[in-house]
């Protein structure tokens, strides 16, 4: 009886210290340990017809280029992936911007805009270059950013860009290393 309660008791210390299984490690099989990020194109159509429901198509000059090094900065840091060149790199990553949008959350009693939302939309697709093949095509990704006008914690358009650029990048590395 004393040698099942040490076992279960065992069992228990075990399940316990061996975690969850949460990593930050990739999830991509060991071949796929480099990438090559091309960089951003900027497809945003300005000229597209306005509606009822979109009164305007933004476009911030080189916005393209800042998610490009944001995405290779955030690679970098996370370790998971070589940056190498393209002849070089096991998958590579093509973007395109496709839309910047700047929404109004929250007014004041004189129906001045309060608070903001940034929101960046990409186009991505990784290909593995080992095979030749698309592992996946996202239409549609997004990253964001609200920021208030007013406040303490206020802030311009132009400083809250880069932390939304930020977000788009840290989605798109979880994107790719973690295989979903």
Request: with cysteine.
């Amino acid at each position: 009886m004393i040698k099942k309660h040490f076992l279960c008791l065992m069992a228990g210390i075990f399940v316990v210290l061996s975690g969850c299984g949460y990593t930050t490690n990739s999830l991509l099989p060991s071949e796929l340990d480099s990438i090559h990020i091309n960089n951003f194109k900027n497809e945003i159509n300005t000229t597209k017809e306005i509606s009822d429901k979109r009164s305007n198509y933004t476009y911030r000059p080189g916005l393209e280029n800042d998610i490009t090094q944001q995405v290779i900065n955030k690679f970098i840091f996370n370790n998971n992936l070589d940056i190498k060149s393209e002849s070089k790199a096991s998958m590579l990553l093509e973007g395109a911007l496709v839309d910047f949008k700047l929404i109004p959350l929250s007014y004041n009693r004189d129906e001045n805009v309060e608070e903001f939302r940034i929101e960046i939309f990409v186009n991505m697709t990784l290909h593995n270059r080992r095979t030749g093949k698309i592992m996946w095509s996202e239409k549609g990704f997004m990253g964001e950013y609200t920021y208030a006008l007013t406040g303490p914690n206020s802030m311009t358009e132009n400083a809250a860009v880069p932390r939304a650029v930020d977000d788009l990048a840290n989605r798109i590395i979880e994107r790719v290393v973690e295989a979903w």
